[in-house]
Every structure is written in C-alpha cells, then in structure tokens.
C-alpha cells in the first residue's frame, strides 16, 4: 500500500490528452514538492517533472504538472505510441516515517 | 553530463550482507548541494526509496529499513556505497542510484543493477 495514491491504469488514443492524479496528504504533497517519472518498460525511471510543475530540460511540454491541496496531476497532451509507460509520482514526506514516498504507479495504455 | 551506474553482486545469500556501489561522473558528492540517492523496485512493483547521502555526509534512510541500511561515501569523491545487513528474499529488487536535485526529485538516474536474495 503506496502512500500516494495513484490509479492503476489509464488509456487514451494517440493524439489525445491524459491526466494521471495522486492523492496524498498535508505530511507529503500539501507541503512538499511533487515530482513525476516516466518508467519505459525494462529501463530506468525518468524525470518528467520536478518541483509540482516544472520541466527538466529536454522533456516536452507535452508533459505538464499541477498540484492543489494535496493532491497533484501529470498531464500528456498529443498522446503517442511511445509514450506508453509506468509513471510515478513521488514527495517528501514529513510524518515521523520521513523520507521520499512514491505512488503505486500508473500504467498508461495508448490505444 | 551526469552519469551513474551501479555495481554489486547478482545473487546474495539470505542473512549475507549486500554491498553496492554506485560510480558516477559528472558532478563530486563533496560539492556543496549535491546529494546521492538509492531507490529499488522489486519485480513487477512499485519505485522504494532507500535513502540519501549529501556532501555534508548527512544522510536519511527508509524508516523500516534504517536498521539494516547504510549509505557512505566510497573511496573517491564519484562513488557512494550502499550496505544493507541480514537481506531476505523480499530484497530481491533492481536497485538504483540516482542524482538528487533540489525538492528531493532525482534528475539523472543510473540503469540499475539486479539483485536476487536465494539461497
């Protein structure tokens, strides 16, 4: 059990956009920074965006960030093929179990 | 350009103690601000923070696992080692190193290694 909350899976066409949400609380993402990877199969995780809403350079805007209250939102606009992948959200937390908590992750189809 | 990658034995013994090291370039983890951190993924499962070491040699760990873990820094200012006492089969996992940023995010990450705990 993640301390994040992320669905299991979402999907959409090629072209379209998809948001991927992640549910968390006022010891993690109410009061810390979110960050967001993209985990192709068989590889090492990527960043995608890093404080809440912010792009490392090279990444698309295709990919966005958001996050309110406690929750946060990955969008990928412009879906492609390639874009299918597990994604991850993932923030400090600072309940006395303190350290960086990950979400569940996010398998995201492109039908 | 930043690069890490990660090296150790594939297959450890339950009980054994697991020895890590993560080599990189690109950056000195006795550089002000720079930090190391360790994540796993056990097969078909989510990403687990391990823990972070910083150039000050502060360091933090998973809290279930502080017992067992140790991260320090190597014999040269571009490697980290990662330790972990009395492993058991649920440690089977790739484990990867990875550059920390600020707000705790990891830019750059290294392609993990593969570790099996069986007997």
């Known amino acids: 059990q993640s301390v994040l909350t992320q ?10 956009k998809v948001t991927i949400s992640c549910s968390g609380s006022g010891s993690n993402i109410g009061n810390n920074y979110v960050s967001w990877y993209q985990q192709l199969p068989g590889t090492a995780p990527k960043l995608l965006i ?58 995201l189809a492109v039908l | ?33 720079e930090g190391v951190g ?31 873990l140790a991260i320090t820094k190597g014999t040269s200012r571009h490697q980290v080692v990662l330790t972990m006492t009395n492993v058991e089969p649920a440690d089977t996992a790739t484990y990867f190193c990875a550059h920390r940023r600020t707000g705790d995010a990891f830019d750059v990450w290294g392609p993990g290694t593969l570790v099996t705990v069986s007997s």
């Open chain 1, 7 to 16: 669905p299991p899976s979402v999907s959409a066409a090629p072209g379209q």
């Open chain 2, 38 to 68: 360790w994540v796993r993924q056990p097969p078909g499962k989510a990403l687990e923070w391990l823990g972070f070491i910083f150039w000050d040699d502060d360091k933090r760990y998973r809290p279930f696992l502080k017992n067992r």
């Open chain 1, 50 to 107: 890093y404080d809440n809403d912010k792009r490392p350079s090279g990444i698309p805007d295709r990919f966005s960030g958001s996050k309110s209250g406690t929750s946060a939102t990955l969008g990928i606009a412009g879906l492609q093929t390639g874009d299918e992948a597990d994604y991850y959200c993932a923030a400090w937390d600072n309940s006395l179990n303190s350290g960086v908590v990950f979400g569940g992750g996010t398998k």
């Open chain 2, 1 to 33: 350009q930043i690069t890490l990658k990660e090296s150790g034995p594939t297959v450890v013994k339950p009980t054994q103690t697991l020895t890590l090291t993560c080599s990189f370039s690109g950056f000195s983890v006795l550089t002000i601000g």
